[in-house]
């Protein structure tokens, strides 16, 4: 009987350290499910970031998009800048003053030429009896350049002007307009 309750107690300790076993063996296969998981979704969201760019990034770096909005704004002034230079320089080449000159019988426009190929069919004259638009444009074709030059400028008369007596002359490389006004 000795040798059957050894032999019970080694049963029931072996079914015991089986049944321990298999928890452990249940605990350690859940780990590393788990942890095979995690890793996984850690390499599919580092290679993510490396090719397609960390979604936070933004975040952790706020200088770098300040100085790089920043340096935009600064090539938008610079060349806001060089288009200022550009028209002053213009107008250095091809000024135009047009300015009005009364006197008892009217008014006296005279308009330089120079800036439209001496030529006064590139200057268009607009006159209402209250009113004066005058438009030119002209172009330069060069071997490596092309250049258009225009120009718009409107004048509103406190008297009315005799639009059917209006006189149109060239002196040299000047174009003179006359305009009388009304009797």
Known sequence: MDENNN???????????????????VLLISFAAFLGAYLATYYIVDQARHTHG????????????????RRLYEDFNR??????????ELMAKNPVKIKPLKDNEGYKICINLKPFDDNEKNIKVDI??????ISGQSGKV????ESEFSFAQSFILPETINVSKVKKERKGH??????????
Do not use: S, T
């Open 174 to 183: 000047k174009y003179i307009i006359i305009l009388p006004f009304e009797d």
């Open 128 to 133: 209402k009896p209250n009113r004066v638009n």
């Open 79 to 88: 060349f806001e800048r060089d288009a200022l230079m550009m028209d002053k």
């Open 142 to 145: 060069d071997k490596n350049n």
């Open 7 to 25: 032999r019970h107690d080694y049963d029931r300790e072996h079914h015991e350290l089986h049944h321990v076993l298999g928890w452990v063996k």
């Open 54 to 69: 960390y979604p936070f990034a933004r975040f952790e770096r706020p200088n770098k998009d300040f100085m790089a909005q």
